[in-house]
């Protein structure tokens, strides 16, 4: 059987140890021990109690476990090239990876250093931490998987079937890197915003902040073309960006984005992740982003009174 580590025991970690352990050897890998017993809140609010394996990173090194047949980095876009660095000792460079960062900053580093498979994942399942024994499962929706290169297209429909059967409905796809940018446009023009303002996604909708978001999406939809990211739902220019944040705000009305939830607990932001690859698109290609620039200096100053 294919064994599975789960590096980053977050939300998606768990969510994803839960889904695929019933079908496959899984271990959940992080800093701290977990409790064996794992609860699981289904979106239709069935609870679930689940024995989930987990280790230490620490004794992995002193009781090496069987080799994985791939390990799956969940960790906040930041920490994954470190937290791969601390297992690089006890896995086989030709381990494939699964990268399930936000952003556009840890998928192309570590596609160029890692020797074996990189495959990025993309997600729009919703779930949150209840404490370090229970995760809620919020919400369903799609995962697409992928690799930047387009060379390993059969292990990504391989993952994706088993996650599928999993019932962790997945898709291997030959353009994940669209995927990837288009999740960080979103991320790029809701996530700031609504971190900095302390306020729900839907009150984005107000004047108070609308104009500021359409200046994001301004600046965004530029870069993105000079980046060949081919516009939303076959849209041709900077209109089809903004109707694809405003339909996000609108189904993710109630959210706390992932960035508020981040600046509420006083952690650092994925900035670096979002904001910084659009930020360097743009400077690479002599184009605009002082509102972008604006926003990173502002979320820079606000982590630094962390
Ligand atoms: O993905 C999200 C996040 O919170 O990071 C959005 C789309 C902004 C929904 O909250």
């Known amino acids: 059987m294919t064994s599975h580590w789960i590096l980053g025991p977050g939300a998606i970690g768990r969510l994803l140890a839960h889904s695929l352990s019933p079908f496959t050897d899984t271990t959940l890998i992080g800093r701290r021990a977990l409790p064996e017993q794992q609860h699981l809140t289904t979106p239709e609010g069935e609870e679930r109690i689940q024995r989930l394996a987990s280790v230490t990173a620490a004794e992995l090194t002193s009781h090496p476990l069987p080799a994985p047949g791939f390990v799956h980095i969940t960790t906040k876009a930041m920490a994954a090239e470190a937290v791969l660095a601390s297992i690089a ?16 900053l840890a998928q192309p580093r570590i596609t160029q250093t890692w020797p074996g498979p990189v495959l990025c ?23 697409f998987i992928g690799d930047l290169d387009n060379q390993h297209a059969v292990l990504a429909e391989a993952l994706a079937a088993l996650l599928s059967e999993a019932n ?11 995927r990837l940018w288009q999740k960080l446009a979103v991320n790029a023009a809701i996530n700031p915003l609504v971190a900095l303002n302390g306020v729900r996604n839907g009150e984005l909708r107000g004047d108070a902040y609308a104009g500021r978001l359409a200046a994001v999406v301004k600046e965004v939809a530029a870069i993105l ?65 002082g509102v972008l620039k604006e926003l990173d200096s502002e979320l820079a100053k606000l982590e630094a009174e962390f």
């Open 121 to 143: 994942a993309t997600t729009t399942q919703g779930a949150y931490l209840t404490g370090d024994g229970g995760v809620v499962h919020a919400g369903r929706g799609p995962t």
């Open 225 to 289: 073309k000079q980046e060949n990211i081919a516009p939303p739902n076959g849209g041709k220019n900077e209109d089809a960006w903004l109707a694809l944040v405003w339909q996000v705000v609108e189904n993710t009305a109630n959210n706390k984005a992932s960035m508020l939830q981040d600046v509420e607990a006083k952690r650092p932001t994925e900035r670096g992740a979002i904001l910084g690859p659009l930020i360097d698109s743009a400077e690479r290609h002599g184009l605009q982003c």
């Open 168 to 178: 962790f409905t997945a898709t291997a796809v030959g353009d994940i890197r669209q």
């Open 89 to 104: 000792d006890v896995v086989a460079p030709t381990t494939p990876l699964v990268l399930w960062q936000n952003g556009f």
